[in-house]
């Protein structure tokens, strides 16, 4: 099958149905949300604490050596992220595109600055994952300024087709 050049909404939804009743249940068992979580809020680029019931998208990627930024804004309390790299903006337009509204993303959820909570979200990264409606694999590119092939300005390598 040839891949299109740009990302798929429809189709990506329609997987994700099939998945949900393919697997009933069974694939969010342990969705429960980690002691001192914290999400990204889609809509208003604030970072929020997570709450029971809350369904989230996860961002695996690569970091590299892009560095934040320099209007960057964490955890300070009380204003929205700016200045995010090209990876983590694709993320949010797919995250919403596929009706989330919140996303996981380790660098902006975990206090990088407080070592005794970075050390606890860390050890809990599998029940992260695991408890994520989803997870984006972005491993194109050297660093997080790549973006995610098909979305937004980034383009997807061409598909050599074989016969």
């Given at each position: 099958?040839?891949?299109?050049?740009?990302?798929?909404?429809?189709?990506?939804?329609?997987w994700?149905?099939?998945?949900?009743?393919?697997?009933?249940d069974?694939?969010?068992?342990?969705?429960?949300?980690?002691?001192?979580?914290?999400v990204?809020?889609?809509?208003?680029?604030?970072?929020?604490?997570?709450?029971?019931g809350?369904?989230w998208v996860?961002?695996s990627?690569?970091?590299?050596?892009?560095?934040?930024?320099?209007?960057?804004?964490?955890?300070?309390?009380?204003?929205?992220?700016?200045?995010?790299?090209?990876?983590?903006?694709d993320?949010?337009q797919v995250?919403?595109?596929?009706?989330?509204k919140?996303l996981?993303?380790?660098?902006?959820?975990?206090?990088?600055?407080?070592?005794?909570?970075?050390?606890?979200?860390?050890?809990?990264m599998?029940a992260?994952?695991?408890?994520?409606?989803?997870?984006?694999?972005?491993?194109?590119?050297q660093d997080?300024?790549?973006?995610?092939?098909?979305?937004?300005?980034?383009?997807?390598?061409?598909?050599h087709?074989?016969?």
């Amino acid at each position: 099958q040839v891949v299109p050049d740009n990302f798929d909404v429809a189709k990506a939804r329609s997987w994700l149905e099939n998945c949900k009743k393919a697997h009933s249940d069974g694939c969010n068992e342990s969705s429960s949300i980690v002691s001192g979580m914290k999400v990204i809020d889609c809509e208003t680029l604030m970072i929020v604490d997570a709450q029971e019931g809350m369904n989230w998208v996860a961002l695996s990627y690569v970091w590299g050596h892009a560095k934040p930024h320099p209007n960057y804004n964490s955890t300070q309390p009380g204003g929205p992220l700016i200045g995010l790299s090209r990876t983590v903006d694709d993320t949010i337009q797919v995250t919403r595109s596929l009706g989330y509204k919140y996303l996981w993303i380790d660098r902006y959820c975990i206090d990088q600055d407080d070592t005794a909570s970075k050390r606890s979200q860390l050890e809990r990264m599998d029940a992260i994952y695991r408890g994520a409606a989803l997870t984006i694999i972005a491993a194109a590119g050297q660093d997080e300024s790549h973006g995610l092939p098909s979305v937004g300005d980034t383009a997807r390598k061409k598909q050599h087709i074989l016969e």
